[in-house]
């Protein structure tokens, strides 16, 4: 995975995160997952997530986000600004 790091006149610049390096990152920890992954404001700092996996299965709400944010492996609040997250059982 890359993540692009710029340093001009000492300012280091960190680059937002793509649609596929996010939907990269939750398939890593979900194999199982549907993921619909939406830039919401155009800018790729802005997203939307729906989420369906099984590994869900049994989970509380807040228990399936706190998993997703690890997922994203501190990424969130970085690269990624914002994520409007839905998270879903997977059945069968």
Do not use: C, R, W
């Not at 939406?38 to 997203?47: E, F, M, P």
């Not at 997703?68 to 839905?86: D, I, P, Q, R």
């Amino acid at each position: 995975m890359i993540f692009i790091i710029l340093t001009i006149s000492g300012i280091i610049i960190i680059m937002p995160l793509t649609k596929n390096q996010i939907s990269t990152m939750i398939l890593k920890a979900f194999p199982d997952a549907t993921i619909e992954l939406k830039d919401i404001a155009g800018d790729s700092n802005h997203y939307s997530a729906k989420i369906m996996s099984k590994i869900f299965n049994g989970k509380s709400k807040i228990e399936q986000h706190k998993m997703v944010y690890k997922a994203l492996e501190g990424k969130m609040g970085n690269e990624l600004h914002a994520l409007a997250l839905t998270t879903e059982e997977k059945n069968g």
